[in-house]
């Protein structure tokens, strides 16, 4: 799947052809990286069910966004954020 952004040079133009929707490009992601991308739009969607989030706040966003976050499995080992992790296998 792919991301459509709008530039502002684009402002004013009409689109040529058909429009589709949006798209996240998921290409060579884990299984489990794919699926909590989906967990996250399901979970928008049933906010207005309309597809779009309807928070009335920015609390009340930070709160839907730590509960989604609680509702993964916890991992009791760090996450290695050193830059040779980060990089590794890329020749540097």
């Known amino acids: 799947m792919t991301c459509t952004l709008k530039s502002d040079m684009l402002e004013g133009m ?3 052809g058909p429009q589709s929707k949006p798209e996240i490009d998921v290409t060579g992601l884990p299984e ?4 909590a991308v989906q967990s996250v739009i399901s979970a928008f969607r049933e906010q ?14 930070a709160k839907a966004i730590k509960r989604w976050a609680e509702s993964h499995p916890k991992i009791d080992k760090p996450a290695d954020d050193s ?3 980060i990089y590794a296998g890329r020749g540097e």
């Open 14 to 16: 009409e689109p040529q």
């Open 32 to 35: 489990e990286a794919i699926r």
């Open 48 to 61: 207005t069910g309309a597809g779009r989030p309807g928070f009335s706040s920015r609390e009340e966003w």
């Open 83 to 85: 830059r040779e992790s």
